[in-house]
């Protein structure tokens, strides 16, 4: 929303919200109702989630040509009814973005953006840098996520050409119930190839937290060990690339990979994370046919080392189109310990619909050990505390999502999902555990 138009001065406002009416049933295959019967759970729930996320920006031209520029917005969001993890009838409102910038040339083809202050920063593919705010909980809109930005961000830009190198220190925006007092800094370096490819290299060093990291037992009986503040100093180098458009029998084809191998030489820590997509166009076919098929690993810890082999997925994007593993599992299954072979198929109809069905089979890594954090520690049949699962295989998801752009400014998104458990699980549940279904229809307004 353009207010004012000037020879130096340019503001805007800015307004988004939402509504998001969602329903589950069979929670997390019923688990609790096995590892912790005391709870009362209620494994089926429904509930209607919204926000409003307000905002002003500003871009002032100064004489020299740089550009000095800021956004100020807000997020209040709120849920009613009780949703998946069990809380309900609650929000808050929180401040988003609050930062002030400049940007301009150096010559020589030399450009910089520095910036200080709450606002969002992705790098690479989101698989270890994106999400730098918690919803949900006491905050409300669970599904949702409406927050995206750092709670402080101090980001510094260098491009020449098509290279771009990123320094930053960041302040993720946790919720005050579970705030880790986590302080991130770190690089990124990546080149834009003008066909559309990429290649870079993320490095992150968490230099402050109180996180814990939970650890196996020896041989994998027995309570995990939680260690309070054992994510400070851990760090993590990232690799990421995607091919340039081919020529010849490859020409519909395009190709993503991406690793990351993580220390902490403080917490005798070394983990690995890594996933590679074949992704294939159907340009003869009506529709706009895409066919995607990927496979993402992420370690989990050895219960017979001593070593902590658990990858910490730090802040990564958790949506289905980005890193989620799996869809409902998403919810269930942080990135460490898991592996996902995945298929995602996207038709488009017309310009403003879009159908994707998307497809993931779950396996754990290690046996015996955390697969999300250890809640799922418990006694096993012979009286053993055990934690993790016994068989690698979690859960079969399947999520088929409608999208529609009802106008420039309205958008509209349904789904339907189910996961069906594994053998990983029914061993917990000690039988054929029931699939967990569930369905969201959602509009969003951005003004």
Do not use: C
């Not at 619909?353 to 955390?370: F, Q």
């Not at 859960?395 to 529609?404: I, K, Q, T």
Request: glycine content about 12%; cysteine-free; aromatic content about 12%.
């Amino acid at each position: 929303m353009l207010l004012v138009d000037r020879d130096d001065l340019t503001v805007r406002g800015h307004l988004q919200f939402g509504l998001n009416a969602v329903s589950e049933r069979n929670l997390f295959w019923d688990l609790a109702a096995t590892t912790a019967p005391g709870s009362g759970f209620d494994p089926d729930t429904n509930w209607l989630e919204g926000y409003i996320k307000p905002g002003l920006s500003f871009e002032y031209r100064l004489d020299t040509g740089a550009v000095f520029y800021g956004k100020l917005s807000a997020v209040s969001s709120y849920t009613w009814g009780t949703d998946a993890f069990d809380t309900g009838d609650t929000g808050a409102t929180t401040l988003e973005e609050a930062y002030l910038a400049i940007r301009g040339d150096l010559g020589g083809g030399l450009s910089y953006d520095l910036s200080l202050g709450p606002r969002e920063l992705t790098l690479g593919t989101g698989m270890l840098i994106a999400n730098g705010a918690t919803s949900g909980f006491e905050r409300g809109a669970l599904k949702f996520g409406p927050r995206k930005a750092w709670e402080m961000a101090a980001i510094g830009r260098l491009s020449v050409g098509n290279v771009t190198g990123t320094a930053f220190y960041l302040d993720p925006n946790e919720l005050p119930s579970t705030d880790g007092h986590n302080e991130l800094a770190g690089f990124d370096l990546r080149y834009d190839a003008p066909q559309g490819g990429y290649l870079g290299a993320t490095f992150v060093s968490v230099l402050k937290s109180d996180s814990p990291y939970p650890q196996a037992a020896p041989g994998g009986v027995g309570a995990p060990t939680v260690t309070p503040g054992a994510r400070e100093d851990t760090k993590t180098i990232g690799l990421y690339a995607k091919s340039n458009p081919f020529d010849g029998p490859l020409e519909n084809w395009s190709f993503t990979g991406d690793f990351a191998y993580q220390w902490n030489d403080r917490g005798d820590l070394e983990a690995w994370a890594g996933r590679l997509t074949a992704s294939y166009t159907f340009a003869d076919l009506p529709w706009s046919q895409n066919l995607t098929l990927g496979y993402q690993t992420f370690s989990g810890d050895d219960p017979n080392t001593t070593k902590l082999e658990r990858f910490d997925p730090l802040y990564y994007q958790g949506s289905p189109s980005a890193w989620a593993t799996g869809s409902k599992s998403a919810s269930t299954f942080i990135n460490s310990n898991v592996n996902a072979l995945t298929l995602a198929l996207r038709v488009q109809p017309t310009a403003q619909d879009t159908w994707t069905l998307r497809y993931a089979h779950i396996r754990a890594n290690e046996l015996n050990s955390p697969v999300q954090f250890g809640q799922a520690t418990r006694v096993d049949i012979n009286g053993n505390v055990v934690s993790g699962v016994t068989d690698t295989h979690l859960a079969d998801d399947l999520f088929l999502e409608y999208s529609r752009i009802i106008n420039r400014n309205t958008f509209l998104t349904a789904g339907v999902s189910v996961s069906f458990p594994g053998q990983g699980i029914d061993n917990v549940v000690g039988g054929n555990a029931d699939p967990w279904t569930g369905g969201f229809i959602n509009v969003v307004f951005n003004f």
